[in-house]
């Protein structure tokens, strides 16, 4: 790998890569040991490697394997669960695809669940057939798991924990107006030393997740703060669809469990949402019932809530016996077990929560952005996929094929950019900020974020409840930008500047929508309007 020193800081550090990777989730590592292959790689992560969404994926990946299934009903479903907004290049790209990203996964040593006939598939809501392969019900642990040894193996990776990214460095950044602009890379915190570090790159591509920390409920982990969105647009890229946030209908309903996920797979082999006295509901809100796209799904739920007033839910798969639950969903029955809830014998209480986000920084089809050296790969990417509602299990899909695409993108320009003069770039500076002494502040804001995206920019919303989200997150947006630049950066100082400014971009975006689509529901515009079948693409601001 090529390094050079530049003058930072005592203890900073400032390296070339040929390639800069930001996040650890399937998207990221899957990237990381294609371009292995040709150059130097340097892959940070905020926390432990496996800290992310990819992880802690329970149901599986999508794909047409079955000889009875054709890709053009995958299509179709993608499509019907998008409402509309799906890009059909994508779509029919990433489905073509499905197959090949999931035999390139089992050479990389992924160990998929099998039966008597071969690999099992399942089926999940809003999929008109059995496609998703998966190990048992924690695919997203056997995948990182494999791809993380495969990592570490690696001689040309260099894999760097507790590294939190702030800011890109761009050519406009360094003042450097030319035609196009460009990434040079990050600047990024230690988070064991609290020093800011310059990590330069030919190519920065960024794979951080999703933003679903910025809700109160939600089946993310704390990384999830929309990050890599945040960072692209404060540099100059679009972003686009970020009104459609997927709910997860199930997550588990427990003062215990933090942020734990009831597959989509126990719905998909039978699985009964029932009301506290008993009563099966979804009947009464899609002919589907149970297999409805997650968004009716999570709807229903939210919708049935409200009626009785109770706090939950329960999933009933108590039919399946206890040795179907034991092999089909160990880790799920295991959990439950362990605050008490035996699965086999009742049912399961659950909620939704805030899961996926569907929008994100706009990419081609080879994962390129509107700054050139700067990719974006997985959920931060809004690559025309998923439309106005992602189809379950599309998701991990997407990862494998777009790291593919960016890998093959990337390598054509590679010979050129390795001998394009690198420009110096300046050190951190702290513009003489000094030490926050109410750090409670943060804390404060954080929550309020939290309580205001979820009370007024939910599952249901109305043009009241987005004005009211609008104002308070622009008062908290000026609060917390003047806190930023008058104190030295830290983890948590970062993370909340990142979620305000994401929590502004989906409420500017949910306003814009005067309709109801996929995930974006509004009691003031309750259905669908042709003159808005469009992605909703939020202007650059630089």
């Given at each position: 790998m090529e390094t050079a020193v530049f003058a930072n800081q005592p203890g900073e550090s400032s390296e070339i890569a040929d390639f800069l990777i930001i996040g650890s989730g399937l998207a990221g590592l899957d990237l990381a040991l294609r371009l292995a292959e040709h150059g130097g790689v340097t892959v940070l992560t905020r926390g432990a490697a496996a800290d992310s969404?990819?992880?802690?994926?329970?149901?599986?990946?999508?794909?047409?394997?079955?000889?009875?299934?054709?890709?053009?009903?995958?299509?179709?479903?993608?499509?019907?669960?998008?409402?509309?907004?799906?890009?059909?290049?994508?779509?029919?790209?990433?489905?073509?695809?499905?197959?090949?990203?999931?035999?390139?996964l089992i050479?990389?040593?992924?160990?998929?669940?099998?039966?008597?006939?071969?690999?099992?598939?399942?089926?999940?809501?809003?999929?008109?057939?059995?496609?998703?392969?998966?190990?048992?019900?924690?695919?997203?642990?056997?995948?990182?798991?494999?791809?993380?040894?495969?990592?570490?193996?690696?001689?040309?990776?260099?894999?760097?924990?507790?590294?939190?990214?702030?800011?890109?460095?761009?050519?406009?950044?360094?003042?450097?107006?030319?035609?196009g602009n460009r990434c040079y890379g990050c600047y990024v915190l230690n988070l064991e030393t609290q020093r800011v570090e310059s990590h330069l790159a030919r190519f920065t591509i960024l794979a951080t997740g999703g933003a679903g920390k910025v809700y109160l409920y939600t089946s993310n982990p704390d990384t999830a703060t929309g990050a890599g969105i945040a960072m692209a647009y404060r540099a100059g890229c679009r972003v686009a669809n970020m009104e459609f946030i997927q709910f997860h209908p199930t997550c588990l309903f427990h003062p215990q469990a933090k942020s734990f996920l009831i597959t989509?797979?126990?719905?998909?082999?039978?699985?009964?949402?029932?009301?506290?006295?008993?009563?099966?509901?979804?009947?009464?809100?899609?002919?589907?019932?149970?297999?409805?796209?997650?968004?009716?799904?999570?709807?229903?739920?939210?919708?049935?809530?409200?009626?009785?007033?109770?706090?939950?839910?329960?999933?009933?798969?108590?039919?399946?016996?206890?040795?179907?639950?034991?092999?089909?969903?160990?880790?799920?029955?295991?959990?439950?077990?362990?605050?008490?809830?035996?699965?086999?014998?009742?049912?399961?209480?659950?909620?939704?929560?805030?899961?996926?986000?569907?929008?994100?920084?706009?990419?081609?089809?080879?994962?390129?952005?509107?700054?050139?050296?700067?990719?974006?790969?997985g959920e931060a990417s809004c690559t025309g996929l998923h439309g106005?509602?992602?189809?379950?299990?599309?998701?991990?899909?997407?990862?494998?094929?777009?790291?593919?695409?960016?890998?093959?993108?990337?390598?054509?320009?590679?010979?050129?950019?390795?001998?394009?003069?690198?420009?110096?770039?300046?050190?951190?500076?702290?513009?003489?900020?000094?030490?926050?002494?109410?750090?409670?502040?943060?804390?404060?804001?954080?929550?309020e974020i939290r309580r205001t995206m979820w009370n007024y920019v939910g599952i249901v919303r109305s043009d009241r409840r987005l004005a009211r989200a609008r104002r308070r997150i622009e008062m908290l947006q000026q609060e917390i930008n003047e806190y930023y630049w008058n104190c030295q950066v830290s983890s948590d100082l970062i993370d909340l500047r990142n979620l305000v400014l994401v929590a502004s971009l989906i409420i500017r975006s949910a306003l814009h929508r005067k309709e109801s689509r996929g995930l974006h529901f509004t009691t003031n515009h309750p259905e669908p309007n042709d003159q808005w079948r469009r992605d909703t693409v939020l202007p650059i601001r630089e």
């Open positions: 969404n990819s992880y802690l994926a329970q149901g599986g990946i999508a794909a047409v394997l079955d000889p009875s299934d054709r890709l053009e009903s995958h299509v179709q479903d993608t499509f019907n669960a998008g409402a509309g907004l799906c890009h059909e290049d994508t779509v029919r790209f990433v489905v073509s695809h499905g197959a090949p990203a999931i035999h390139h050479d990389r040593g992924v160990a998929f669940t099998r039966d008597e006939e071969g690999y099992h598939l399942t089926r999940e809501g809003g999929h008109s057939a059995r496609r998703v392969i998966h190990s048992a019900d924690a695919t997203g642990k056997a995948v990182m798991e494999t791809l993380l040894e495969r990592v570490k193996e690696h001689p040309n990776i260099r894999l760097v924990e507790q590294r939190m990214a702030i800011d890109l460095i761009t050519a406009h950044k360094l003042g450097r107006y030319l035609p989509e797979a126990v719905r998909g082999e039978g699985g009964i949402l029932r009301l506290k006295n008993g009563e099966p509901f979804m009947e009464r809100h899609h002919p589907r019932k149970e297999l409805a796209p997650r968004d009716i799904v999570a709807r229903a739920i939210d919708h049935e809530m409200k009626r009785s007033g109770d706090d939950c839910v329960f999933l009933d798969i108590t039919h399946k016996g206890e040795a179907f639950l034991r092999e089909h969903f160990p880790n799920i029955h295991e959990k439950c077990l362990g605050l008490g809830i035996d699965i086999s014998r009742e049912p399961i209480p659950v909620v939704p929560a805030a899961h996926y986000t569907c929008g994100g920084v706009v990419v081609d089809l080879s994962s390129r952005t509107d700054i050139n050296g700067l990719y974006v790969v106005a509602n992602r189809l379950a299990s599309n998701s991990l899909l997407e990862c494998v094929v777009f790291a593919e695409a960016a890998c093959r993108e990337i390598l054509t320009h590679l010979p050129a950019w390795r001998v394009e003069p690198f420009p110096l770039v300046p050190r951190w500076d702290n513009y003489g900020a000094g030490v926050c002494e109410e750090a409670v502040i943060i804390s404060h804001n954080w929550d």
